[in-house]
């Protein structure tokens, strides 16, 4: 399946905030909303839960639009952070590969 790189290097493809809007799925939502407040914020609820992907036209989940790292991709110019010569050294986007290492492949990909 194509994937689409978030400025972080997540796969927008595989997430469930994006699947639930393009399907206006309002029980996934809801699903999604109660497994984010355990994960990042208690403040989610699944009204927020909209999202076309970070790189895309459309809608953007409320963290996603304030999201530091791509503020910065964007205040630099950037796709995204594999256009950084920062990339493996800058502890912003550290904090997400910290966790998912799969988003720093997914940076080094575009790169080759
Ligand atoms: S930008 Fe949107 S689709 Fe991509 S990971 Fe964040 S919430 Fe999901
Ligand atoms: S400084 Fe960090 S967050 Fe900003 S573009 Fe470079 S790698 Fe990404």
Redesign the pocket.
Known sequence: MEKLI?CCG?D?VT?D??IATLADDDVLRAQTAEKWKVQFSPDIVPEMIN?T??REAGV??AH?SQCEIRNCVHSKGYETCADCAELESCSIVGNVHQFVPEALGNLKSLIA
Request: proline share 0%; net charge positive.
């Open positions: 978030s997540l927008c997430c905030a994006r999202c992907g970070c953007k989940f996603c």
